[in-house]
């Protein structure tokens, strides 16, 4: 695998309408463009993370905080099974955030033909308390404080299958923050310090030695 990092090598004005001016079939042009923490240089986690479905084939998995999409799109790229990313989409909770947004989540779903990708606009608390899925894999991606963290494990981790993942992202950006919290999990863990860190906790200690002992952690 050849990885794209063109969204930082690269860089667009206006990375959005480049993204989609990119012929459909143009799948690495198009990932490698769109900004995320996922994918950041000299490693992204694009390696494990198509590891980890093919090795343990969740039949749903879960993202909260869909952001430009990178995430989302390659869990959905890499399996056919249902993916459902949730994110409130609200300029005013999200600094960075604009309007058009979800919009661009939207089209780029549709150009890659991701039609096992389920987009939830909504906010993580209110979108649990109707959920009614058991959660094979889930990415823990909002705010990276460690109250909203905590807060997103403490809601979530219940619907997640006993044997099931939880990825934490930016657990090594957010030292105080989302990495106090993974620090803090008594359960069998691993983190991955490339691309501002993702933390992976399983109750199934055997799954956590095998990522140890393939990636050489």
């Not at 106090?180 to 399983?202: M, R």
Request: proline share 5%; with cysteine; aromatic share 12%.
């Amino acid at each position: 695998m050849v990885e794209n990092f063109s969204w930082v090598t690269d860089k667009q004005d206006n990375f959005k309408e480049y993204v989609l001016n990119l012929p459909d079939d143009k799948v690495e042009e198009i990932l490698g463009s769109i900004p995320s923490g996922w994918n950041y240089p000299p490693k992204s986690h694009r390696e494990f993370v198509e590891w980890l479905i093919n090795r343990i084939k969740p039949k749903v998995t879960v993202e909260l905080c869909v952001d430009y999409g990178y995430s989302s799109f390659l869990m959905s790229l890499c399996q056919s099974n249902p993916v459902y990313g949730i994110d409130c989409f609200d300029v005013s909770v999200h600094g960075p955030r604009e309007d058009d947004d979800y919009q661009f989540v939207m089209s780029v779903k549709e150009k890659l033909g991701l039609d096992n990708l389920e987009i939830i606009k909504g906010y993580f608390d209110d979108v649990a308390k109707t959920w009614n899925k058991e959660i094979d894999l889930l990415h823990i991606d909002g705010l990276h404080d460690y109250e909203n963290c905590k807060n997103d494990c403490d809601i979530w981790a219940p619907l997640v299958k006993e044997d099931g993942v939880i990825l934490f992202h930016d657990t090594v950006s957010n030292p105080d923050g989302a990495g106090l919290f993974f620090s803090q999990l008594e359960v069998p863990k691993v983190n991955f310090t490339n691309s501002f860190g993702l933390g992976v906790a399983s109750n199934n200690a055997d799954l956590i030695e095998e990522i140890k002992q393939t990636f050489k952690l």
